[in-house]
């Protein structure tokens, strides 16, 4: 076979090819929104529910979707969605294994996205993993019995942010104290500790307290020092009846 004959046969290979792609219909974009447990991620059996919020570049209207629960993942349509980049902000309520109870926890996400999307014919999120190296960020949230307060915390003491959500407007004084520390043969050294606390006038209409400054010199104090173990504590309280309810809860790293 000479050297023009190969040539006409790779043309000929070649245009039969983008011909043949050319026929092929394009991929329709994806209009669903997924997220997916396997062997990797949290039991999906502890998970209770899942919500987004879709952020679109340039808006700032965001838009709240509840997820619904499927075989082994939680999703919601994103048909509705126009043409755009867009951040997915994910939290997934789980229960947290602890000891031979349950805590209740909240793992937090951001996915970036584009409409139409076309990788696939969904966009599949991982679900929140046990492993260290696991993206999503993990809280613990605590209540008192009746709920009528619940306060929210990131496990990871390098993180500032703390919320304080009222269902009841009875409470008017906040507390929350954070520690860090680590085991060794004197017992268990703290390495860092800060206290928050409102007397009174915390919150708006809006019934919540969200603060990332308060703990700002938390998180210096800690700065690259290794840590085994931290504690969350606080309270809330009645000034006019004197009523109190008090939260604790320790973990190692």
Known sequence: MNRFTIIA????????????DKDQP??????????????????????????????????NNPVFQRLIKGANHWQTSIDGLS????????????????????????????????????????VVVAGPG??????????????DPDHSVLLTVPLNPKNPYFEFLLQDTRWDQFQLERIAAKYGNGGNEFIAIHAWECPGSCYGA???????????????????????NAEVSGWVANSGTGEKVEFFYQYDR
């Open 130 to 143: 046990a492993g260290p190296q696991d993206p999503w960020e993990k809280f613990i949230v605590l209540a």
């Open 206 to 228: 809006d019934r919540i307290i969200s603060n990332s400054t308060a703990f700002l010199p938390f998180v210096e104090t800690l700065g690259s020092k290794a840590w085994d």
């Open 83 to 122: 043409a755009g980049k867009y951040r997915a902000e994910l939290y997934v309520y789980a229960q947290l294994a602890d000891g031979n109870a349950t805590t209740s926890g909240r793992y937090q996400l951001d996915k970036k996205f584009t409409i139409p999307y076309r990788e696939d014919s969904l």
């Open 26 to 59: 394009p991929k329709p974009p994806a209009d669903t929104f997924r997220l997916q447990f396997n062997g990797q991620t949290i039991p999906f059996s502890q998970v209770d529910s899942a919500v987004v919020l879709f952020h679109k570049e340039g808006s």
């Open 9 to 20: 046969l790779t043309t000929v290979l070649f245009l039969s090819a983008c011909k043949k």
